[in-house]
């Protein structure tokens, strides 16, 4: 049995946002365990794209993808799959997801998503500052290309779109991505560079240190499932494969996993679904790219690393439990043909899978609910990484209230 009497809060969920999370309890002078079954930072937070998604303000969808989703789910490789047989488990995630798309709900998503991105890069210049590990972090903004001559109305109402709220967006003419990116292919007709957004060259060694920095400021690790607990007038007792432990307060911050927790602790059913991500590590890939580059066309990004090239992308509804399909991360490399002068080299490339968590609303829960005994930061969808830091920061301030906070666009109570 884990001896955890001496536990402020118990942090559920070793990922970027957990660790995150758990850093600024400690130093906030909270004596804190994080749990997790598996290492830090094995999660969804290994194998993210790296990019820290600033520009990305609006849903994960809106009412032009009724029109081609059809034809998205035909096509087995491409950027959308359904798994069929996962169907009738989703199709009330995706029935929120609809009623999220008309016009009220959707700008109450869209001021959700963008609050949080406009503080997500500060926030992590002063974590990683904090820390130390500042040259993790390149700040030096991404691109979006295209290359057919009928994509660029598409671009040019997002640009607009991205223009009306107040993202840092310029429109790259085919002359400025050659100048820039030297080894894309010149046929590339331009794109829209975002110059307030950034990359991390290891997103893995990223919560690695800020792991190492939690322990430094006591922050303690145990390796265990919880698989569920209870509330009591001294705080939560939660059951894991390795015993039981009590605390006085939780956070739950296991990403896809965070619903079954929830529901045992708060009552509450969260309408929380995971996408399945890929991602392509091309290790002999050094050099080609400055900075992230997203194809409008292809769907899928490309983010310098330091050890290689990552192309990452894709979505794929199929549960936690369904095998992964890994040909969907080979096909990242067959869709980065022609983008580039030369190919790029696959020798050695490794594939990975993972699970995004996702809310129908595209907005996470972070909110402190049952008296303050439990705090809650889960949901982030494709947003984890670049949302992290400065989510860390909003669970800091929520763990030091007295009572309820006011209500917000991430209230557990939204659904």
Request: proline share 6%; net charge positive.
């Amino acid at each position: 049995m884990l001896e955890t009497a001496e536990t402020d809060i118990a942090v559920v969920g070793a990922g970027i946002v957990g660790v995150a999370c758990a850093l600024q309890l400690a130093r906030q002078g909270r004596r804190v365990l994080l749990v997790d079954r598996q290492a830090p930072g094995q999660g969804a937070s290994y194998g993210n794209a790296g990019h820290l998604a600033t520009e990305q303000v609006f849903p994960i969808a809106d009412l032009s993808i009724l029109k081609r989703l059809p034809r998205m789910l035909l096509d087995p490789m491409g950027p959308l799959r359904l798994d069929w047989k996962y169907l009738p488990k989703a199709m009330p995630w995706f029935t929120r997801l609809l009623l999220n798309l008309r016009p009220a709900p959707f700008q109450r998503s869209v001021a959700g998503i963008r609050t949080l991105n406009e503080g997500s890069l500060g926030a992590w210049r002063r974590l990683l500052g904090s820390i130390g590990r500042s040259e993790l972090f390149h700040e030096d903004g991404s691109l979006l290309v295209f290359e057919k001559p009928e994509s660029r109305q598409a671009l040019e109402a997002l640009r607009a779109r991205m223009q009306q709220q107040a993202v840092p967006v310029d429109f790259w003419s085919a002359e400025a991505v050659r100048e820039a990116a030297p080894q894309l292919n010149p046929s590339l007709l331009g794109g829209l560079f975002f110059p307030k957004t950034g990359h991390f060259i290891d997103p893995y060694r990223v919560v690695c240190e800020l792991f190492e920095a939690a322990k430094a400021s006591g922050v303690r690790f145990a390796q265990a499932q919880v698989e569920g607990g209870r509330l009591h007038s001294g705080g939560v007792t939660l059951v894991s494969d390795h015993g039981t432990f009590n605390s006085r307060q939780v956070l739950i911050s296991c990403g896809a996993h965070s619903a079954k927790l929830t529901a045992a602790l708060t009552g509450k059913r969260v309408p929380l679904d995971t996408e399945r991500g890929y991602h392509l590590m091309l290790p002999g890939e050094h050099q080609r790219l400055p900075f992230a580059v997203t194809s409008l066309e292809r769907k899928f990004i490309m983010t310098p690393m330091a050890d290689g090239l990552r192309l990452a992308g894709t979505v794929e509804f199929a549960g936690l439990e369904a095998p992964p399909s890994m040909q969907r991360a080979w096909q990242l490399h067959h869709l980065s043909k022609g983008l580039f002068r030369q190919d790029l080299n696959a020798e050695g490339a490794t594939p990975w899978m993972g699970f995004r968590p996702s809310l129908p609303d595209s907005l996470p829960v972070i909110d402190r609910v049952c008296d303050g005994r439990v705090l809650l930061a889960f949901g982030h969808q494709h947003l984890g990484l670049t949302q992290a830091a400065v989510t860390a920061e909003w669970v800091g301030r929520l763990a030091e209230l007295a009572s309820e906070p006011e209500r917000g666009a991430y209230r557990l109570d939204r659904f």
